[in-house]
């Protein structure tokens, strides 16, 4: 193969963005090849950089998964501590409240609400139980399909 620009010098190998043959005299180093023009060395240097940049976001990977992996623990967490705050809170009313009917010995007002109170609690710690178990399933089946 001749040069592309001198037609009478071989040429010594082609340019990394239009592939014509260049001879020693027109070669422009690229670092990871070779280049005929400056327009040519600028594109090059373009492709390189966004390799360059994609080869970054592929490192950034790992990092962004253990974003979601604390998110995830983090919503099933906050989710367990509500569980447990709920049902701590109900079962306080409800054993106050036994306290209380057993010390005056008569079913009153206070011993309804506070009965009721103490019921809702305990029923809503259920659910966040619940919200916990699901986050924690949507989280595993999130995970399951990453690793396949
Ligand atoms: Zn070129
Ligand atoms: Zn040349």
Known sequence: MKCFYHP?????????NCCKGICGECIIDVGNGIACDDACRDAVNQVNALVDYNKEQLKNIPKSMSFITNTGDINKNSYLFNAYFLLSLGLIIIVL???????????????????????????F??????????????FAAIITDEEK
């Open 97 to 123: 409240n036994i306290y209380l009917f057993v010390k005056n010995n008569q079913i009153g007002f206070s011993f309804v609400w506070m009965g009721t109170i103490g019921i809702i609690f305990i029923l």
């Open 8 to 16: 009478e010098k071989d040429a010594l190998g082609t340019c990394k």
């Open 125 to 138: 710690s259920f659910f966040s139980f619940r919200n916990a178990k699901k986050v924690g399933n949507a």
